[in-house]
């Protein structure tokens, strides 16, 4: 792989879960152009909780112990 994992699994499920419901919220709510950018910004969580790498948590030297994977 081109990344090391810098999210636990964990983190990993409340991201997907998170995600998801702030996609759907804010187009059911929001609407728009407003819900769109709210929707994407949610899709690009969801797909940090999906591979495991954040890359913001990247830049701050975040790391996982050999355990926690």
């Known amino acids: 792989m081109f990344y090391v994992k810098n999210v636990p699994t964990w983190e990993r499920a409340l991201r ?7 996609a759907v919220w804010s187009v059911l709510a929001l609407g728009g152009p407003w ?3 709210v ?3 949610a899709a690009g969580i969801v797909l940090s909780g ?3 790498f954040c890359p913001a948590c990247a830049m ?3 790391k996982l ?3 926690k994977r």
């Open 16 to 22: 997907v879960i998170a995600g998801l419901a702030v």
């Open 35 to 37: 819900g769109t950018a």
């Open 39 to 41: 929707a994407l910004s």
């Open 50 to 52: 999906l591979f495991g």
């Open 60 to 62: 701050v030297g975040r």
């Open 65 to 67: 112990d050999k355990a």
